[in-house]
């Protein structure tokens, strides 16, 4: 099996131009720095790896969010707290935390958000290492 787990995220939301707008703000906050977006197609990546994950968008105007969420991870309640912070100043919606979250496993902390179009979008740090049990 290969060491990387995903190769992208391929999100649909219904502006592309108000996404770029938030998810430019967002994602090099997370880590991923690189703009490589288009005409049609937002993409942002990290620097200097090869080969690359990257989160990926396009535009789908009948596109409804449901429950599914994306969660990235933090190396720190530090670097929670600051994204947060960004997702405050970027718009998101529905924002919760940042928070400890016992209930999910010993020491996991994030905080919680919805984009423009309702996606949402978690930002964790676990401390144990553990998942849930």
Request: include cysteine; hydrophobic fraction near 35%; charge should be negative.
């Amino acid at each position: 099996m290969s060491k990387r787990l995903f190769d992208h995220i391929d999100l649909r939301v219904r502006n592309r131009e108000i996404a770029q707008r938030f998810y430019a703000q967002i994602l090099p906050a997370i880590g991923f720095k690189v703009d490589k977006s288009g005409e049609e197609w937002g993409q942002f990546q990290p620097a200097g790896k090869t080969p690359v994950e990257f989160f990926g968008f396009e535009e789908d105007s009948d596109h409804k969010p449901n429950g599914t969420r994306i969660a990235f991870w933090a190396e720190s309640r530090a670097d929670v707290d600051k994204v947060a912070e960004v997702v405050r100043k970027a718009g998101g919606k529905n924002i919760e935390g940042p928070e400890l979250c016992v209930d999910y496993s010993p020491g996991y902390y994030a905080v919680f958000f919805e984009d423009p179009d309702g996606n949402k979008l978690e930002v964790c740090c676990r401390e144990s290492g553990l998942s849930a049990q």
